[in-house]
């Protein structure tokens, strides 16, 4: 029996949706109270909620004179003194939800014991960007939420010096209280949040941010918001989310990429036990969106999960992927011994260059597809009513989650609303919404609250992967053992014939373009049906293994200290392009470069079997250098003692988070190169659980130093630019201690274990 037709007859279930129904549209009333009020509102037993337009001074005036204002809510002072301070970004375990309330609690002047986080509505009209990836949440948002505590502060402010008849000027703020300096006087946040409601918004350009020097709290370590709840289990993620009359619903799609469903064993998988229905859903053949399938909706996840070993699907895979990781890695070998169809950088002349060369050097590497492989599979719920549709989703672009299932659904965006939750990792997969697309779907038909939960065999199997790729390369030294040209061909993939595959582009800008006078890149695509996707730092994750461990082959060659030539190769401090922070600053990268080198020791003696490996890259506006400790026995059994890793990302919010973030880095770096690989045959990925993908245990993780230079430029990200150093710094260090250069990932196929 279809959920719809058991809620038409159902009396009990009607009464248990009516109550979720009103439950539901008391807390939209509430979010919406929290962000369209148009300056500061006064609330029920006294308070204040701050919410203003950080846009462009011009919109701004005209929307003042026409009586619209467009908010931007961000927190709420309660007459008892506690402060709510909303976090907008989705929390994918990147400490988002700790760092951006830190940053306006630093411009509040707020004592942090006061403040309480709670995840923010999706709009993008009053937030903007809400979004987690590329690194670029601390970089986007920084402003805005300086602006944010700053204006509160100065209306508590304002507020304090009209009670007491003195100038605003004489009065100064700290741990949540206004001072009067002159006399003594003090008034609590909680104490002026009622008078403060009644000012006037500051205009955004008034506002007086804090120097550097006068942090209190920024810089410091902070636990993370959520810490206590996620160690006692309490219900924050994706797959904590419960609401009454709820079924649950598993979707199968075809083990190769675009088959569709003929037919399939729905009957008897109706009468199997706890399932409710079966059926299948076209899709609207875009992968990232909603492709075929055949979903089963039932009481419980374990009774979907267990009627899906008796589906028994006719897939119609005419138009199927047919992708060969073997047969593609022969047609990259093929391509190597040539040029690039497609130029993409060339400066000076290369040819010259090697031409006039005491030395050249070429060098094949790979690298394979790899799964994001989250702790927390794919899952959503979604209810679907009255021509809408409500979804509480772990994804890490919300804001586009609603334009997909809007477009799937053919509803107009205002009928979709998508609450946050907490995501169980993400690191890229969640950018791409294909399981919030699949649950509206089902949920369309059921007519009753769904959630759809993957498993981990549906993960592996139906990822957007990393995709894997070649670098032929070619330089050349001069006679003192500088290099004088570089070439690399690099050989990817396309899905349209026309542009790389997503995660597997080169944009131009990699190490070393720019750093010398005589540069070539080429590019080969091969064709491919496998969807791909971005995965941590992409791009960069996997063309620093190749060329931090060419240019390491390079200081071999020339007999020359790696960590001299690295830095003569940064030359004079410089920006590549002035006062762009987006591109390479020499000066930063040599910075960095040397404070690794220094914490590691570097040059040392070594025993036999161990060697110091180092490796530099610049990645989504972070420098990093990285040195890693490695031995190595008789039989290639690895051990990596240690990890140093050196970085550059202006200040730093939160240190504790930080931290994290590149202890995290290495050892999602270090568990990938060591054995984790995707292939696929006849279109089917070959791998599907952690017994053929297996994720680096605990008891080989190294020791991870991590050092900052807070340097005074804006701060940048930490997901994603403390990763690409990581391989090539370990297949430096392996040299090192053995003599054997790794030119293939994961390191097992290379006889390597641990």
Known sequence: MKAAERLARDPNLKAVVREVEASLDAARRQDVSRRTFLKLTGLAGGGLTLAFYLGSPSVAQSQEATGEFAPNAFLTISSDGSILIYNKNPEVGQGIKTAFPMIVAEELDANWNHVRVEQSPIDEAVYGRQAAGGSRSIPSSWDQLR????????????????????????????????????????????????????????????????????????????????????????????????????????????????????????????????????????????????????????????????????????????????????????????????????????????????????????????????????????????????????????????????????????????????????????????????????????????????????????????????????????????????????????????????????????????????????????????????????????RSNAIAFAVQSFYHELAVAAGRDHLEMLLEIMGEPRWLEEGNVGVLNTGRAAEVIKLAAAQAGWGQPLPPGRGLGLAFYFSHAGHFAEVADVSVDGNRRLSVHKVTVAGDVGPIVNLSGAENQCQGAVMDGLSTMLGLEITMENGRVQQSNFHQYPLMRINNAPVVDVHFIESDFPPTGLGEPALPPLAPAICNAIYAATGHRVRTLPLSKDGFSV
Request: with cysteine.
């Open 147 to 538: 602006e944010a505590g700053a204006a509160a502060r100065a209306m508590l402010v304002s507020a304090a010096s009209e009670m007491w008849g003195v100038p605003v000027d004489e009065c100064s703020t700290a741990n949540s209280i206004v001072t009067h300096d002159a006399t003594g006087r003090q008034l609590t946040y909680g104490e002026l949040a009622e008078s403060a409601a009644s000012l006037p918004v500051p205009d955004p350009g008034s506002l007086m941010l804090k120097a550097r020097d006068d942090y209190r709290l920024i810089g410091k370590r902070i636990t993370g918001v959520d810490n206590e709840k996620i160690v006692t289990g309490q219900p924050l993620f994706g797959i904590d989310t419960t609401l009454p009359g709820m079924v649950y619903a598993s979707y199968s799609k075809c083990p190769a990429t675009g088959g569709r469903v003929r037919d399939a064993n729905f009957d008897e998988i109706r009468s199997l036990p706890g399932v409710q229905d079966a059926f299948a859903l076209e899709g609207n053949d875009t992968v990232t969106e909603l492709m075929p399938g055949v979903a089963i909706v039932g009481d419980s996840t374990w009774a979907t999960q267990s009627a899906r070993t008796s589906l028994r699907v006719d897939w119609d895979e005419s138009e199927a992927s047919t992708d060969s990781w073997s047969g593609l890695v022969e047609q990259a070998q093929g391509l190597s011994l040539q040029t690039g169809s497609e130029t993409i950088r060339d400066f000076g002349n290369v040819e010259e260059a090697f031409e006039g060369a005491d030395q050249t050097l070429e060098a094949f590497y790979s690298y394979p597809f790899v799964s994001h492989a989250p702790l927390e599979p794919q899952n959503c719920t979604a209810w679907y009513r009255d021509g809408g549709i409500e979804i509480w989703a772990p994804s890490q672009t919300p804001q586009r989650a609603i334009q997909n299932v809007a477009n799937v659904l053919s509803i107009p965006e205002e009928r979709v609303t998508l609450h946050q939750t907490r995501i169980g990792g993400g690191f890229g997969r969640r950018l791409l919404n294909d399981y919030v697309c699949e649950v509206a779907a089902i949920a369309r038909e059921v007519g009753v609250p769904v959630k759809l939960q993957w498993s981990r065999e549906d993960d592996m199997a139906h990822d957007f992967y990393r995709p894997g790729g070649f670098h032929a390369l070619k330089a050349s030294l001069d006679g003192t053992g500088r290099l004088s040209g570089w070439e690399d061909h690099f050989i990817t993939f396309t899905h349209d014939g026309r542009s790389p595959v997503s995660g597997g582009e080169t944009r131009g800008g990699e190490f070393p373009e720019g750093l010398l006078d005589n540069f070539r890149l080429t590019q080969s695509m091969l064709t491919l049906a496998t969807p791909t996707g971005p995965w941590r730092a992409p």
